[in-house]
């Protein structure tokens, strides 16, 4: 299982939009893609004046090739979001994770090239 975690910053009067065009244009297609969303907070859970809030959405996807095959069928759509949500955020980041007990894949690399 691999989970993804998308921190957004930003200004507490924007969730609102960026939450409706998650439901509205993004997770349509999400499932399609393999994508299941668990989970959306948001950190400060109130609006502080001139301060910024983390909008935390969790994701989830079936193991790593689930996630390179979500990010390679990503359409319109997907580019469409986070163009809107660039506009109205300070900064965003994703963090992609897996079991630190599980032992790690690693690509195979060819050595003997002729």
Request: aromatic share 8%.
């Amino acid at each position: 299982m691999i989970r993804i975690l998308d921190e957004i910053l930003l200004d507490p009067a924007h969730i609102p939009a960026v939450l409706a065009l998650l439901d509205e244009r993004y997770m349509p297609q999400a499932a399609a893609r393999g994508l299941t969303l668990e989970q959306r907070w948001v950190s400060p859970p109130v609006a502080v004046p001139g301060e910024r809030n983390r909008l935390w959405l969790l994701w989830q996807v079936p193991d790593v090739w689930g996630y390179y095959g979500m990010r390679l069928h990503a359409g319109a759509e997907v580019l469409e979001f986070w163009s809107f949500v660039d506009k109205l955020c300070e900064r965003r980041s994703r963090h992609v994770l897996g079991n630190a007990d599980q032992p790690l894949p690693s690509p195979e690399v060819q050595t003997n090239v002729a």
